[in-house]
């Protein structure tokens, strides 16, 4: 699923993150860099051990932050690592997804990345709910892309078929009514 957000495309797409070929593809770390398991463990193992050690000189990152480094193996030219909040029900989880999502877009930005592709941050094994996610998601994408056009394309890759139906549901409730919103090439109006 497509839509044109400012002069930027966003697409939902289900799949694997490490086969993405853009600009950057953002891994949902943890604080130490570490590998780990989920998507950062599938990123280090296609990337080769490279990106483990340029990790380790990194020193580590905090909840909400983004660092950037080298793809290595990866079909992507670099890796834009944040960490996204463990899920406690608390006040403080939406903003720190939020500022996830924001400093990968705008460290991607700052590096004159053009495109770049997220995972579902923070809803594996750090809990959070997919559909809450999702929104948080959606909206700070949207948002940033409306004031920044410097980013051509960001895409929403999502591993299993239940959270890519969430996305797009999602999607389509926050973004119909913008001005310009395509959905595969076809104009959606602001009343369906
Ligand atoms: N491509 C796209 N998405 C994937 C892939 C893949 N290859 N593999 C898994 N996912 P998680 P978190 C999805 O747990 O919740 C690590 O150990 C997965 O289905 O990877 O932020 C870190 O070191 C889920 O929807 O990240 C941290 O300790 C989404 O990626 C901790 O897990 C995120 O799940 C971070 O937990």
Known sequence: MEFKIGKSKFVIIQGDITKQATDAIVNAANKYLSPGGGVSGAIHKASGCGLADECKRLKGCKTG????????????????????PVYGGKADD?????????????????????????????TGIFGYPVKEAAEI???????????????????????????????????????????????????ISSDG
């Open 65 to 84: 932050e983004a660092k950037i480094t080298e793809g290595y193996n990866l079909p992507a030219k670099h890796v834009i690592h944040t960490v996204g």
């Open 94 to 122: 939406k903003i720190d997804l939020k500022n996830s999502y924001r400093n990968c877009l705008l460290t991607a930005a700052e590096n004159k990345l053009k495109s770049i592709s997220f995972p579902s941050i923070s």
């Open 137 to 187: 998601a959606v909206k700070t994408i949207a948002d940033f892309l409306k004031e920044n056009s410097q980013i051509e394309l960001v895409q929403m890759i999502l591993f299993g078929n239940s959270d890519f139906e969430i996305y797009k549901k999602t999607a389509l409730k926050y973004l119909k009514k913008s001005d310009k919103i395509c959905m595969n090439n076809r104009a």
